[in-house]
């Protein structure tokens, strides 16, 4: 099929040339289609360059994201959709509305806020910013909506507290809904761009978005196109095998926004 | 039961507070501070002015903001229906149990799963005349290499390509659930009236996924609107800022120029923008009669 061919060779392209010398590639990137192929770019990338950091800091950027929002959404979507507090509603309404915020509208005036609180260049400050999306608190409201109210008020009545109920009861019983919501965090913080370009401006906390785009930059200095392509897909590798291990996640997870 | 009430009822606002907190610190809160600061003039050292609607007449008078604007929609008029239609058009074909079908799926899915920075990588190095993979298919049939990134008529349909290509992923699973909610039986009674392929696709397929067409254009809408990351990378926005999207404006006149106060109202507009396609879209999706 055309199309399945047109969606791949940028992807087998970008293959070719991260296994051809650089040096062959200089006199002529038409070498990638013919031997002799090489791994000694992958061998540099594992050796020389700072991708190896930006992939840790990619690593725990993400998967402390992750762990917050599960942690914040849970305990928010149990409030939420079981406990009765004043102005239930009028809260639940104001956390939904943060759902037409763009980017762009907060992001200026955050910058100066963390550069006050001296958050720059911090993994707290990288973290943080994606704490605050209110999609997995309507992701998770609706989850604990769908569990049966007898289960709770089962275990109310043998006296357990609220807090018992919610870690021991209900909680197990959201782990499709927190795997999901997990999956979308992390590659949602994996991927981003824009926040991180302006927050780490210090190699040392670059995540590999933010590396590869300054690498990307300077590749008229760099070593070469061989050597750049072979950190991409070093830095796609990761990332492609979340995908392949929870596509199953993802494409639940994608069907049910299209409901109803 | 009556005793501990007040002591329950504050039980579960306890529940949500640290999410509201750090919601009105990170979101609301940056969110008001820029709708202040759009109102002032600000410098890198902190020393505000109130100028009033200053900033706003600056932009209705400044060119290079209205090119910016004018490319943000060319942009978006160039990816939403494109990637509709082939989205859908993929969405129809792939919507089969088979191997093959599930592993094409994922092929058209793989994209959308890497980073901007990733994507643009691999675009650049198709797209550009002295190494690029379309250079090197041009130089084999004879042609001369076209510059797509530098040259000021193609800059702009370069990154639209991109961005299809980067975002086929989601909407074609949009389409994908739609077509499974679609009950088997009313093609089954559509055979017995031997109602060929397009009349089926235009009264059964299309009408019944009609949410899904919306909430994809809408979506898509809204993402396109704020496309920065692509016009960065590729083009940084030229040639001479023919490539220039409103984001990378507002990018390069708060981190570049740090005309903050600019920078904000210039976002504000684009708020606007993309509020009211969020808005739209729940006016067109909202249940019609006899649904």
């Known amino acids: 099929m055309l199309g399945a061919m047109l969606m791949a060779a940028p992807l087998v392209w970008t293959l070719l040339l991260s296994l051809k010398a650089n040096s062959e590639l200089m006199r002529d990137s038409g070498t990638a289609f013919s031997a002799p192929y090489t791994l000694e770019n992958y061998r540099a990338v594992l050796q020389g360059s700072s991708a190896f950091r930006w992939l840790l800091n990619s690593l725990i950027v993400s998967t402390g994201t992750m762990i917050g929002v599960l942690i914040l959404c849970s305990l928010a979507g149990y409030g939420f959709a079981r406990l009765e507090f004043p102005f239930r509603r009028t809260l639940f309404v104001f956390v939904l509305l943060g759902l037409a915020i763009p980017e762009q509208a907060v992001i200026l005036p955050r910058h100066q806020l963390f550069a006050a609180l001296h958050l720059h260049n911090s993994y707290p400050g990288l973290i943080l910013p994606g704490l605050a999306g209110p999609f997995g608190v309507f992701f998770m409201t609706q989850y604990f909506r769908a569990i049966p109210r007898e289960l709770d008020e089962a275990a109310m009545l043998d006296g357990a507290s609220r807090l018992r109920i919610f870690w021991k009861v209900l909680l197990p019983l959201t782990l499709p809904a927190q795997a999901t919501l997990g999956v979308f965090t992390f590659l949602a913080a994996w991927n981003d761009y824009w926040w991180p370009l302006i927050s780490a401006t210090r190699s040392e906390r670059f995540t590999l978005t933010v590396g590869l785009a300054s690498a990307q930059m300077n590749y008229a200095q760099t070593s070469g196109l061989g050597f750049l392509m072979a950190q991409a897909v070093f830095a796609s590798l990761p990332i492609l095998i979340v995908y392949l291990l929870f596509q199953k996640q993802i494409v639940r997870a994608i069907a049910g926004t299209s409901g109803r | ?291």
């Open chain 2, 1 to 291: 039961m009556t005793a501990g009430r007040p002591a329950r009822r504050l039980e579960g606002l306890a529940f949500v507070t640290p999410f509201l907190i750090v919601y009105l610190v990170i979101l609301i809160y940056p969110l008001l501070m820029g709708f202040v600061l759009s109102f002032q003039r600000a410098d890198l050292f902190g020393a505000r002015t109130f100028v009033g609607i200053d900033n706003y007449a600056r932009l209705a008078a400044d060119p290079v903001f209205h090119q910016a604007l004018g490319n943000t929609f060319k942009l978006t008029l160039l990816i939403v229906p494109a990637l509709t239609v082939i989205t859908l058009a993929l969405a129809l074909a792939l919507n089969r149990p088979t191997r093959g079908a599930a592993w094409l799926r994922g092929l058209f899915f793989s994209s959308s799963v890497l980073s901007v920075t990733i994507v643009t990588l691999i675009w650049r190095f198709v797209l550009t005349p002295d190494a690029g993979l379309v250079a090197e298919i041009l130089q084999a049939i004879g042609a001369e290499p076209i510059p797509f990134l530098s040259d000021r008529n193609l800059a702009i349909p370069a990154l639209a390509v991109t961005t299809i290509w980067w975002s086929i992923g989601l909407p074609m699973m949009l389409f994908l659930a739609g077509l499974q909610q679609i009950p088997e039986d009313i093609y089954e009674a559509a055979a017995l009236d031997r109602a060929g392929r397009w009349t089926r696709f235009w009264r059964i397929t299309l009408p019944s996924l009609r949410r899904t067409v919306i909430l994809v254009v809408m979506l898509q809408t809204a993402a396109q609107l704020q496309l920065f990351g692509q016009a960065q990378l590729l083009t940084a926005g030229g040639p001479s800022g023919a490539s220039r999207p409103v984001v990378l404006f507002i990018y390069e006149a708060s981190f570049v120029r740090w005309e903050l106060g600019y920078a904000a109202a210039a976002a504000e507009i684009l708020f606007m923008l993309v509020l009211l396609v969020t808005l739209a879209q729940y006016w067109a999706a909202r249940p019609r009669e006899g649904e």
